[in-house]
């Protein structure tokens, strides 16, 4: 692909070098090559990447004034360098060709297989699943009966998908990840001590283009459903209860853990470690950092705090609050050690 057919697709200014120029890929400026794109975001590296082997750059606008150190680099210009570098990759990587399916995969009656589909060795298909155009399913993943995947999606190994789950299209599920399984849930006979699972019967629904980490996990709805929306990345080791909602272009850090019936609003961004009790309403854009906590039945939106202010602590409130707070702890701790030392 050309400079030039990047820059028509993405956007961004040509600012020296041959419209003309192939490149195959993307690198680190130490590792590229004269077929290689690289990037930078300041004065520095900006530096470090025009010195490189590399056949093109692009930087942040107005992080240099001039590109004398090679005029023969590509250089182009856009605001957001790293997301231009990002999108290029993709637009670079080449397709990997199907692999069709393999002889000991197990696909059951009434399957629908689109063109171009891969299924890997030992993965099962239960039957009158339908899987669409170029998705790849890897190896030992199980495919539930009645399970629906839409196109282009990537299911890697070992990943199960039990029946009532629907996938829409470029959706990425990695090893290990069990989607639709039941949720947590049972009713406690108070004569007895014992339990009883409460019907477990719902769907779960994955939206376009969301990404779901390595043995993460996302129960089915209970009576109802469970949805992760559109665009939403879920790292791995992250746990989603039955009846969720999840909004678009949600980003969830490892081990988190969202409890049944909670709400997570578009944007927001939950940190490592965030803990959601049942029935959370957490709001639009809002930011939990690390182990932070909300309790059951809470709703905790970023309504009259400054935009892009971090929650935390349990239960979480604004940071600069916690930050205080901690610091009034401390000063009584001290004082209390010297009215101890004093008696």
């Known amino acids: 692909m050309t400079l030039g057919e990047l820059i028509e697709e993405l956007g961004g200014t040509l600012a020296q070098g041959n419209p003309e120029m192939e490149l195959a890929g993307v690198q680190s400026a130490s590792a590229a090559d004269s077929l290689d794109l690289v990037f930078a975001e300041d ?29 023969e680099i590509g250089v182009v210009e856009t605001d957001h360098a790293r997301l231009w570098f990002t999108r290029a990759a993709r637009l670079l990587k080449p397709a990997s060709p199907p692999t069709g399916i393999h ?8 399957v629908e297989l ?14 009158g699943a339908a899987i669409g155009k170029g998705t790849r399913i890897g190896a030992c993943a199980v495919v539930g009966p009645h399970v629906s995947i839409g196109q282009q999606c990537r299911i890697y190994p070992h ?25 947590f849930g049972y009713v406690r006979d108070p004569a007895t001590g014992s339990y009883t699972q409460f019907p477990q019967q719902g769907t779960l629904v994955i939206e376009d283009d969301v ?14 459903q469970t949805r992760i ?24 850090v490892a081990l988190t853990g969202v409890s049944g019936s909670s709400s997570i609003g578009k944007g927001a961004l939950l940190a490592g470690q965030v803990g959601i009790g049942d029935h959370v309403n957490v709001g639009s854009g809002v930011i939990l950092g690390g182990q932070s906590g909300v309790f059951n039945g809470k709703t905790l939106t970023n309504e009259g705090v400054k935009p892009g202010t971090i929650f935390y602590g349990t239960p979480a409130r604004p940071l600069r609050q916690v930050l205080r707070e901690q610091a009034v702890l401390a000063r009584l701790a001290k004082e209390s050690r010297k009215s101890r030392a004093g008696e």
């Open 43 to 71: 004065a520095a590296s900006a530096a470090k990447a025009l010195a490189s082997e590399a056949g093109a750059v692009v930087l942040k606008r107005g992080c240099l004034n001039s590109y004398a150190a090679n005029p």
């Open 103 to 110: 002889p000991t995969a197990v696909i059951g009656a009434l």
């Open 114 to 127: 689109g063109d171009e589909v891969s299924i890997g060795a030992n993965a099962v298909i239960g039957e």
């Open 159 to 183: 990943a199960t998908l039990y029946r009532g789950t629907t996938l829409g299209n470029r959706v990425v599920i990695h090893a290990g990840a069990v989607l639709g399984a039941d949720g």
């Open 211 to 224: 990404e779901i980490g390595a043995n993460s996990t996302i129960d089915r709805g209970a009576l109802a």
């Open 229 to 252: 929306r559109r665009g939403t990345k879920i790292d791995n080791l992250v746990h989603v209860g039955h009846n969720c909602d999840i909004g678009e272009d949600v980003i969830m």
